[in-house]
T-cell receptor, first 115, second 112 residues
Framework: EAGVVQSPRYKIIEKKQPVAFWCNPI?????LYWYLQNLGQGPELLIR????????DSQLPKDRFSAERLKGVDSTLKIQPAELGDSAVYLC?????????????FGPGTRLTVL | QKEVEQNSGPLSVPEGAIASLNCTYS??????FFWYRQYSGKSPELIMS????GDKEDGRFTAQLNKASQYVSLLIRDSQPSDSATYLC????????????FGKGNQVVVIP
């Protein structure tokens, strides 16, 4: 069974530039998450989708971050414009429907460097 | 108070010894508990889940949960150099609210 797929794996951009990350969850997983992980810290949730609906985006900085999951499968996370402090690893995870026991599986992540 | 706390510094254990990791959480309503292993430069990998008080064993790993005291622990028996990684404790608030709160992790170094 294929795992969570993310691209790109690495991205280096200048500050104020836009950037987008793509995620394809495990087949059959209705719930998709975007996390941010800073060095030496655990992942922090940015947004959670149940199918197409964003059900928890309270931690998403909405002035510069946006996300979409149009057909309830793939998702894109965008930052515009990027700031120096956005340098981090962006992780996508997926799980079975919300009524389950919460096991989440992570993709390889995208390491973003903002110069 | 942080939702999930892992306060121990890096843990060095000799090969073959037992590594013990602890985690406390603040939300008494938490329902499910997980340990993730993260190698340097890699993403977190789920290694253990536990939902009820007591011990759960899977190979060389044992997870222990005590909801009354709000702590979760992970034991790694017969530690191997390949166990050298950061171990993240994660807590799920409950059914229908699949938001994992993570601790900052504990680094384990197994010395051959």
């Amino acid at each position: 069974e294929a795992g969570v797929v993310q691209s790109p794996r690495y991205k280096i951009i200048e500050k104020k530039q836009p950037v987008a990350f793509w995620c394809n969850p495990i087949s059959g997983h209705n719930t998709l998450y975007w996390y941010l992980q800073n060095l030496g810290q655990g992942p922090e949730l940015l947004i959670r989708y149940e199918n197409e609906e964003a059900v928890d985006d309270s931690q998403l900085p909405k002035d510069r971050f946006s996300a979409e999951r149009l057909k309830g499968v793939d998702s894109t996370l965008k930052i515009q414009p990027a700031e120096l402090g956005d340098s981090a690893v962006y992780l996508c995870a997926s799980s079975l429907a919300a009524g389950g026991l919460g096991m989440q599986y992570f993709g390889p992540g995208t390491r973003l460097t903002v110069l | 108070q942080k939702e999930v706390e892992q306060n121990s510094g890096p843990l060095s254990v000799p090969e073959g010894a037992i590594a013990s990791l602890n985690c406390t959480y603040s939300d008494r309503g938490s329902q499910s508990f997980f340990w993730y292993r993260q190698y340097s430069g890699k993403s977190p990998e789920l290694i253990m889940s536990i939902y009820s008080n007591g011990d759960k064993e899977d190979g060389r790993f044992t997870a222990q949960l005590n909801k009354a005291s709000q702590y979760v622990s992970l034991l790694i028996r017969d530690s191997q150099p390949s166990d050298s990684a950061t171990y993240l404790c994660a807590v799920n608030r409950g059914y229908g609210n699949n938001r994992l709160a993570f601790g900052k992790g504990n680094q384990v170094v197994v010395i051959p």
